[in-house]
């Protein structure tokens, strides 16, 4: 399935004229005044279809080049897309805008079919959130009446489009199933075997889409046929993924055999049990002396509790600036949110080498109470975890990412759930995701955090002393706490005197070092991962530049290494060895940043015999 978050209602388009009302269920139409519009040939419409289904999402050149071509593009295949752009922008005008990361077309639920479904939905939701349970129902009936025949039907041979059509249709279902369980406990059981009869069979493996079958046909008397369901949808898990049923559907069973009604369903939002646990966590510990990072918290915070937005966040940044313990201090901050829990995953070994999705899907199906028992193939294995994830509202956090395709792999198929990602890259290839990138601390939270490990007496015995020594940690997380952990074990060492050795030092990354917290172990370990290439563009920055660096200078060093340098420039940013600040944008340059110990771990190798 292709894991990709979908449309956002936009909220900035600019007020335009004609009546605009796009249309994907059913097939796709737009009409403008009244009037069906030609959409061209169908590589056209299939742009269209994307940019629809992603609508107020950025889509990059090359997602439009792989959909229309898949693994074998023409020479001519962006130039193709441009034509095709540039005929959609005809019937679109300013709605279709372009910007270095793609095309982005930008609808509002007035004229868009799939952004009315959504936004229906939400009110519906609302409105049981507050105590509205027949106003919910109405919404929610509202809303699967829009569903039509589903989305796209003539594209449903096209891989991307039709991944993200089984992500539209994952989702309808996650709305059949919540009006029919209201629509049950107001006994409207005919209007649920109505609803459902084209559902319940083809979807033997959504237990709760069972639950709900099972229990109206007990409901209108069918008993035999809600036991013989039951079975069937037993087999089907087993066949599938190698599992039993869930506590509720065994529950089910048991009752109809006692010859007992069902009574009122689970709740939609009830946490479900979990192999005989009511709830997964597998969290580290918060770290008691967290600071800063507020506005990356709250933006974080927000964006994982909210139902609206994208629903994965990407935590990306250099060495030591404190990804992990943001994600985890956030991630503790909303146990409420996720009734089925919180899980962190490595993806990465001690030594910093990149996890296979094999052995990461069989630590995720230990953590999950699914077991590690040998399965089929990979495929397999992911079906289990997106079948098992799918009814239940998880905090899955993925640390230490370098792979953009384990990422992608595990990302839910169902927005109940949300992603945390961390990594040192900033994996540009995920899409529909929201972006934070942690600020280096400032000079107040790096003494904060040293006079938590510390303590703020010893901190205020010598404060001046106390600030220069925060500043030779250059707003590196990493790096204040080493130097609070060294300095609560060198309890009879005066502040001043600690200054001195570190303005003395011959190396401050040797200084750097407390245990198995280590500066230049943590880049050592990431410059060997880096390519061939990308160690020799470092390598040669640190060589001929001081930070910050020119645009021009930058182009003019890499020029000497390679016949690609605004490639190879790219591929430094990516992997957050450069970074452009906020000020530091102008009419006439960019000035990139390299973080401090990168730049002097780059000096130390430069000056040591060989290659490092």
């Not at 270095?100 to 936004?119: C, H, I, N, V």
């Not at 992500?167 to 209201?182: G, H, I, K, Q």
């Not at 949300?418 to 899409?431: A, K, M, N, P």
């Not at 410059?527 to 200078?553: E, G, K, N, S």
Request: net charge negative; charged share 25%.
């Amino acid at each position: 399935m292709t894991e990709i978050m979908l449309p956002e209602c936009a909220s900035d388009h600019p007020e335009l004229t004609e009546f605009f009302d796009c249309r994907i269920f059913g097939g796709l139409s737009v009409w403008i005044d009244g009037g069906k519009v030609d959409l061209g040939g169908p590589k056209q419409q299939l742009v269209l279809a994307v940019l629809l289904c992603l609508a107020n999402s950025t889509v990059s050149v090359d997602k439009l080049v792989e959909t229309l071509w898949s693994d074998e593009p023409p020479v001519t295949a962006r130039k193709n897309v441009q034509v095709y752009i540039s005929k959609l922008r005809k019937i679109f005008g300013k709605r279709l805008t372009h910007s270095l990361r793609g095309y982005r077309l930008r609808l509002g639920p007035a004229e868009f079919d799939l952004l009315r479904f959504e936004q229906s939905v939400q009110a519906g939701r609302d409105e049981m959130r507050a105590g509205n349970r027949e106003t919910c129902i109405g919404l929610l009936a509202g809303s699967l009446e829009m569903w039509d025949d589903g989305p796209l039907p003539e594209f449903i041979g096209e891989p991307f489009v039709s991944g993200l059509v089984e992500l539209l249709t994952a989702r309808f279902l996650a709305v059949l199933e919540d009006w029919a369980e209201l629509e049950l406990d107001r006994g409207g059981y005919l209007q649920v075997l109505v609803e459902l009869d084209k559902f319940a069979r083809d979807q033997p493996l959504r237990e709760r889409c069972a639950a709900i079958w099972i229990r109206a046909l007990a409901d209108a008397g069918r008993v035999s046929e809600a036991l013989a369901h039951y079975d069937f949808v037993r087999r089907a898990l087993s066949h599938e993924l190698g599992i039993e049923p869930s506590r509720r559907l065994a529950d089910y069973q048991q009752r109809l055999l006692r010859g007992e009604r069902l009574g009122i369903a689970v709740p939609p939002a009830a946490g479900r049990p979990v192999n005989g646990m009511d709830k997964v966590n597998q969290l580290p510990r918060d770290l008691p002396d967290f600071v800063g990072k507020v506005v990356e918290v709250d933006a974080v915070v927000a964006e994982l509790a909210s139902d609206q937005g994208c629903g994965v966040v990407v935590l990306s940044g250099p060495v030591g600036t404190g990804k992990t313990a943001l994600a985890v201090h956030a991630a503790h901050l909303l146990d409420a949110s996720f009734p089925d829990g919180r899980v962190l995953l490595e993806l990465s070994t001690l030594q910093g080498r990149p996890k296979s999705l094999d052995t990461v899907l069989d630590e995720l199906m230990g953590i999950i109470g699914l077991g590690r028992q040998p399965v089929h193939s990979t495929a397999h294995a992911l079906a289990r975890w997106r079948s098992w994830v799918l009814d239940r509202r998880l905090l899955l956090v993925l640390d230490a990412a370098d792979r953009e395709d384990v990422v992608k792999a595990l990302l839910p198929g169902s927005r109940r759930s949300r992603v945390v990602v961390t990594s040192r890259r900033r994996l540009s290839g995920l899409e529909s995701v929201m972006r934070v990138e942690p600020a280096p601390f400032g000079s107040d939270e790096s003494a904060e955090l040293l006079g938590r490990i510390i303590g703020a007496d010893r901190l205020h015995t010598d404060s001046s002393a106390a600030r220069l020594i925060v500043d030779h940690c250059a707003g590196l997380p990493l790096a204040v706490r080493i130097t609070g952990t060294r300095l609560s074990v060198l309890r009879h060492v005066r502040l001043g005197d600690y200054l001195d050795q570190l303005v003395n030092t011959e190396s401050i990354l040797g200084e750097m070092a407390a245990g198995d917290l280590d500066i230049r172990s943590r880049y050592e370990r990431f410059y060997l991962d880096l390519p061939q290439p990308q160690r020799a563009a470092f390598r040669i920055l640190v060589a001929r530049l001081t930070p910050p660096f020119d645009h021009a200078a930058v182009m003019g060093a890499l020029a000497a290494i390679t016949r690609s340098p605004g490639t190879m420039l790219e591929s430094l940013l990516e992997c957050c060895l450069l970074s452009v600040p906020n000020d530091a944008l102008d009419d006439r340059s960019t000035r990139y940043h390299m973080p401090d110990f990168a730049y002097l771990y780059g000096r130390e190798l430069n000056s040591a015999p060989g290659e490092a």
